[in-house]
């Protein structure tokens, strides 16, 4: 059973930057995991963000960017706006058949 | 503009099957790369990837779950139906459909519907 971590939470101040981790428990997550990264608000159905390690959809903010830091991916929000406080999951995937997504991160904006 | 919507019981008893339609407009699932995958997330807990099917028919399942699961599409309704068998309490989640495409450079989900929450009680 592949699992898929993330921080549970992690604080920043409006105007700050931010990185957000997603590591994998098969070994180190490279670009052929295709990462993806989500928005979620409470109430709210998630919202895609980054593919592919670090491709923006079109209606991604150019404050997010992906990439791959380290043996993990790696979601980093720059100039924080309140609006961003939100969870953010990471979806990894192995293989054709397998699709993870990370527990979750909890962003708060103080 | 791509939109997606699930339907079906939000409320289910222990033993019983669950079926839930996800109705699509804005794409066909007759185009190459394209699929729709169907995601839970239990109340306060994170998402859970249960499967997929794809524009030539191939589906993919979650291992933990693959006995209990069956996604079928029909293409000329724009609909993907997702069966999941033996429904427990721990079951209890919202449900969501998403748009996905699927190739040998690109693996993303885009578009979601909104959730329906399913209640397991009897």
């Known amino acids: 059973q592949t699992v898929v971590t993330q921080e549970p939470s992690l604080a920043v101040s409006p105007g700050g930057t931010v990185t957000l981790t997603c590591a994998s428990s098969t070994g180190a997550v490279t670009s052929g995991n295709f990462p993806n990264w989500f928005q979620q608000k409470p109430g709210q159905a998630p919202r895609a963000l980054i593919y592919?390690?670090?491709k923006k959809h079109s209606w991604t903010p150019a404050r997010f960017s992906g990439s791959l830091l380290g043996d993990k991916a790696a979601l980093t929000l720059s100039n924080v706006q309140p609006e961003d406080e939100a969870e953010y999951y990471c979806l990894l995937y192995f293989g054709a058949a397998q699709l993870v997504f990370g527990g979750g991160t909890r962003l708060t904006v103080l | 503009q791509i939109t997606l919507k699930e339907s079906g019981p939000m409320l289910v008893k222990p033993t019983q099957t669950l079926t839930l339609t996800c109705s699509f407009s804005g794409f066909s699932l007759n185009t190459g790369s394209v699929g729709v995958g169907w995601i839970r997330q239990p109340p306060g807990k994170a998402l859970e990837w249960l499967a997929s099917?794809?524009?030539?028919?191939?589906?993919r399942y979650t291992p933990s779950l693959q006995s209990r699961l069956t996604i079928t599409k029909d293409t000329s309704k724009n609909q993907v139906v997702l069966t999941m068998t033996n429904m427990d309490p721990v079951d209890t989640a919202t449900y969501y459909c998403a748009h996905r495409h699927t190739s040998h450079t690109h693996r993303y989900f885009d578009f979601w519907g909104q959730g329906i929450l399913v209640t397991v009680s009897s």
């Open positions: 592919n390690t670090g």
């Open positions: 099917i794809h524009w030539n028919g191939a589906e």
